[in-house]
C-alpha cells in the first residue's frame, strides 16, 4: 500500500487542508493509500536558535528537544509526501518555515532518498516563490521533486474556474501518483550534480570543524563518488559539474580561510 503523509503548514483548517482533501480524494481513487495528515500547529517545534549543534554535533544534540526526530521519522516512513502551505507574503508559512529550519543538517547530510513530493500553496494565486521555496529545500533533503499545485480561493471562483482547478489537481494527483507507485530514482539534474560537489568540498575542507558532515561523507563513500546513489548520469553534465567544481574551488579559497 502506499503511504502519503500531507505535512500540513497551515494554522487551521481553512482553504489549504480543503485543497489536500481534494488530493487524498483523488489519491484513493486510483489505487489503495494509506493517507496521514500531520500539522505543523500541533507539533512541538521551538524556534531555532541557529546555535549550529545539529550540524556540527549531530542532530540528536539539539538543545531544543523538540518533535523533530519525531516528524523525520514519519518522513523516513512514507513514500510520497506533500508538502501543504497558504500563500504568505509570497512564501510559505512561518510553521513550515520553522521545519525546514530544523532540517538544516540534512542540508549537509541529506537523507531523504527515494521520497516523492509534491509541492501544495493555497491562495491568491502567485504561488512561484512558494513553490522554489519547497522544492530547492526538497531537493536539498535528498527528496525527489514531482510537481507542484496552486489552488486559488476556490470558494470564490467562478464555476467554470472551480472546474479548471479541479482538473488541475485530477492532473497532478495521477502524475504524483503515477511517479510514486513507480519507485524510480530520476537521474540528477546539473544543479544536482553542481550541489553535491559543492558539500563534498565542504565536508573535505572542514572535517576539523564539520566532523560530522565528514563522516557522513566517509560512511557512504561519497568522496569516491559522482553522486549520492548509483543511477546513470548524463555525461554532458558531469564533464560541466567537474568543471564547475574547479571554478567554486577557486572561489571558495579566494573568501574563505581553510579552502
Not at 482553504?15 to 488530493?23: K, L, N, P, S
Not at 565528514?214 to 569516491?224: A, C, D, P, S, V
Request: hydrophobic share 40%.
Amino acid at each position: 500500500m502506499m503511504k502519503i503523509l500531507a505535512i500540513i503548514g497551515s494554522p487551521h483548517r481553512g482553504e489549504t487542508y480543503q485543497a489536500v482533501q481534494m488530493v487524498e480524494e483523488k489519491l484513493k481513487s486510483l489505487g489503495e493509500v494509506d493517507f496521514e495528515y500531520l500539522w505543523l500547529k500541533d507539533a512541538n517545534l521551538k524556534d531555532c536558535t541557529g546555535c549550529h549543534v545539529c550540524i556540527k554535533q549531530g542532530e540528536e544534540k539539539c538543545p531544543l528537544k523538540d518533535d523533530t526526530a519525531v516528524i523525520e521519522q514519519k518522513i523516513m516512513e512514507a513514500d510520497g509526501i506533500i508538502w501543504a502551505s497558504p500563500v504568505y507574503v509570497l512564501s510559505v508559512s512561518a510553521l513550515m518555515k520553522k521545519l525546514f529550519d530544523h532540517f538544516a543538517y540534512m542540508w549537509h547530510r541529506p537523507r531523504f532518498f527515494g521520497k516523492y513530493v509534491m509541492a501544495l500553496a493555497s491562495g491568491g494565486g502567485q504561488f512561484k516563490e512558494t513553490f522554489d521555496i519547497i522544492k530547492l529545500n526538497s531537493v536539498s533533503l535528498g527528496m525527489n521533486f514531482v510537481n507542484s499545485l496552486g489552488v486559488p480561493h476556490f470558494e470564490s471562483l467562478q464555476p467554470d474556474m472551480q472546474k479548471r482547478v479541479h482538473n488541475d489537481i485530477d492532473k497532478a494527483a495521477r502524475t504524483f501518483y503515477r511517479t510514486v507507485a513507480a519507485g524510480k530514482q530520476p537521474s540528477p539534474g546539473l544543479g544536482d550534480l553542481i550541489r553535491f560537489r559543492v558539500w563534498r568540498i565542504n565536508a573535505i575542507a572542514c572535517a576539523d570543524t564539520l566532523t560530522r558532515d565528514h563522516r557522513y561523507w566517509m560512511e557512504n563513500n561519497l568522496f569516491n563518488r559522482d553522486y549520492y546513489y548509483d543511477v546513470a548520469i548524463n555525461p554532458l553534465y558531469k564533464g560541466v559539474a567537474r568543471l564547475m567544481e574547479q571554478v567554486i574551488r577557486l572561489f571558495l579559497k579566494k573568501v574563505y580561510v581553510g579552502y
